[in-house]
């Protein structure tokens, strides 16, 4: 049980545009999902948290106007990146959580490269 | 803030012990440990709840100190499939708050 996926695996984009990222709960109902960012041996950096149905919270110097986030049902969220710049580059993971739990289950992650 | 994990690396021997510590200079609610491989996200390996609690799935096990806000994991015996990078993740406010901050990850490595 509790299954996360994220669609798709990887990409690879031109600078100046955008890119949706998919995370899928697929065996639960996901009250909370949450977006990180993890640079090569790095940690994982939290995004933003985002509940159904409410504005995503980001965290401090995570630009909401570029990184879009839509969590429209209990096993759907979506990050859009827009206006991709290289710097963007990056392995983004989504995780889940049902109401009944603490911990969170991660998704597969996606490699975003942006030339 | 973030917790402190450490040891950064250590290599071990198939069937050799290791434990690995995460702290926190925050009063800590939960602790949550994770493994990673190489290219592949986190996977759940246990969650410790404040109560100093300790926890065991066959041979890896951990244990939460609330008054020293610190947690160890401890893998005995060993396996190649234990390689990978740990991560510590912590949450220091109380029950309705589910944000976790990650430590930098341990990285051990396990050689035949």
């Known amino acids: 049980g509790a299954v996360v996926s994220q669609h798709p695996s990887w990409v690879i984009c031109k600078s100046g545009t955008s890119v949706k990222i998919e995370c899928r709960s697929l065996?639960?109902?996901?009250?909370?999902m949450f977006w990180y960012r993890q640079f090569p041996k790095q940690s994982l950096m939290l995004m933003a948290t985002?509940?159904?149905?409410?504005?995503?919270?980001?965290e401090q110097g995570v630009e909401k106007d570029k990184f879009l986030i839509n969590h429209a049902s209990l096993t759907l969220s979506t990050l859009t990146v827009t206006s991709a710049h290289p710097e963007d580059s990056s392995f983004y993971i989504c995780?889940?959580?049902?109401?009944?739990?603490?911990?969170?289950?991660f998704g597969p992650g996606t490699r975003l490269t942006v030339t | 803030q973030q917790p402190v994990q450490s040891p950064q690396a250590v290599i071990l021997r198939e069937g050799e012990d290791a434990v690995i510590n995460c702290s926190s200079s925050?009063?800590?609610?939960?602790v949550h440990w994770y493994r990673q491989k190489h290219g592949e996200a986190p996977v759940f390996l246990m969650i410790?709840?404040?109560?100093?609690e300790q926890k065991g799935h066959e041979k890896i096990s951990a244990s939460f100190n609330e008054k020293k806000q610190q947690s160890s994991l401890y893998l005995t015996a060993s396996q190649l499939s234990y390689s990978g990078t740990y991560f510590c993740?912590?949450?220091?406010?109380?029950?309705?708050?589910?944000?976790?901050?990650f430590g930098k990850g341990t990285k051990l490595s396990v050689i035949p």
């Open positions: 993740g912590t949450a220091s406010s109380g029950a309705g708050s589910y944000q976790l901050t």
């Open positions: 410790l709840l404040k109560g100093g």
């Open positions: 065996d639960f109902q996901a009250t909370t």
């Open positions: 985002s509940n159904e149905g409410s504005k995503a919270t980001y």
């Open positions: 995780s889940a959580r049902a109401d009944y739990l603490y911990e969170q289950y």
């Open positions: 925050k009063a800590l609610y939960s």
